[in-house]
């Protein structure tokens, strides 16, 4: 049996969907939300967005305002790796299978300094939130000793059939059915995050 846990950020963490391939097929375990932010707290819900409003007021970015994402990120960083431990441990059994872990990603990989990106342009501070969660997972896999691939979301339908030898109506057959055993919400962040899941369990071998 192979086990794979799909993530995909969005603000205040990232949908997880957790499956296990048996003769073949896919399993659902659990399909969750990993929370990176704590209730009623902005600033580990949405550091750049804080950002963005303070350097409004001020006229700019001010020590304060690093500051203010700094801490931030440092919550979403503790937060992540918090949840991420229950998460795996959940999905283990008694003799500590290895589980393969997939991170979804996209082409706004190549932004790196969200500070000043965010505070570009108003429909920045979203992207900028959701690359943040994505840097918080990867900080959590390193203190959690996981080892995680990153899939592309755009490409991961063809990546999909061809890592799994099924045609795009078998793979779309699958995830429907898993989502009727899952109940909702089974959106298109599930879908994703299952099916980074199932190339990441795999590619186990």
């Not at 073949?24 to 375990?29: A, F, I, Q, T």
């Not at 350097?55 to 919550?75: F, I, K, M, S, Y």
């Not at 959106?187 to 995050?193: I, M, V």
Request: hydrophobic share 45%; net charge neutral.
């Amino acid at each position: 049996m192979r086990t794979g846990l799909g993530l995909r950020a969005c603000k205040g963490g990232a949908v997880a969907v957790g499956l296990r391939i048996e003769k073949g097929e896919p399993r659902l375990l659990v399909s969750t939300f990993l929370k990176t932010h704590e209730d009623g707290n902005r600033l580990s819900l949405e550091p750049y967005r804080i950002a963005a409003e303070m350097a409004a007021d001020e006229q700019g970015v001010t020590p304060e305002v690093a500051a203010a994402v700094a801490e931030g990120r440092r919550r979403q960083d503790a937060l992540a790796t918090e949840a991420l431990r229950h998460l795996v441990e959940g999905l283990a059994d008694m003799e500590r299978e290895r589980i393969a872990v997939a991170l979804l990603v996209n082409r706004a990989g190549w932004i790196t300094e969200l500070l000043s990106y965010s505070l570009a342009f108003a429909d920045h501070v979203p992207v900028a939130e959701a690359l943040a969660i994505r840097d918080a997972l990867r900080c959590a896999f390193g203190r959690c000793a996981i080892a995680a691939i990153e899939l592309d979301e755009k490409s991961l339908p063809d990546t999909a059939s061809a890592r799994l030898c099924r045609s795009q109506a078998e793979i779309d057959g699958t995830l429907k059915a898993l989502g009727a055993k899952a109940g909702k919400p089974w959106r298109k962040e599930q879908k994703l995050a299952c099916l980074a899941a199932w190339v990441a369990a795999a590619g186990q071998g």
